[in-house]
């Protein structure tokens, strides 16, 4: 064999090899997409995931500020936070 063919069936061997590399990505994607559009029957949202409780009376109070040249006034307070969900503290919080 001489080298022009030898370059010749190189880059159809490695075009051939881009194709079906090309059409196995697009088959593992058409799947995935595919199946993100079906319906779970088991998952369910959980409606209550962050729940807010004011301090103790004196937690909440008001200044004055500035945006600007404009006087606004901005209230400010303390408060507990706490997740009910255990599902998004896993997504966040992974141990």
């Known amino acids: 064999m001489d080298a022009p063919t030898i370059a ?3 880059g159809i061997v490695v075009t051939a090899g881009g194709a079906v590399a090309g ?33 103790p009376e004196g937690a909440c109070w008001w200044s004055m500020g500035r945006r600007g040249d404009e006087p606004i006034m901005q209230i400010v307070g303390r408060a507990f936070a706490r997740s009910l969900s255990a599902a998004a503290c896993a997504r966040l919080c992974p141990r």
Do not use: M, Y
Not at 31 to 43: M, P, V, Y
């Open 8 to 10: 010749a069936w190189l």
């Open 23 to 55: 059409a196995i990505k697009l088959a593992f994607w058409t799947f995935d997409a595919w199946q993100k559009r079906r319906t779970h029957e088991g998952f369910s949202a959980p409606t209550d995931t962050l729940r807010f409780a004011l301090q």
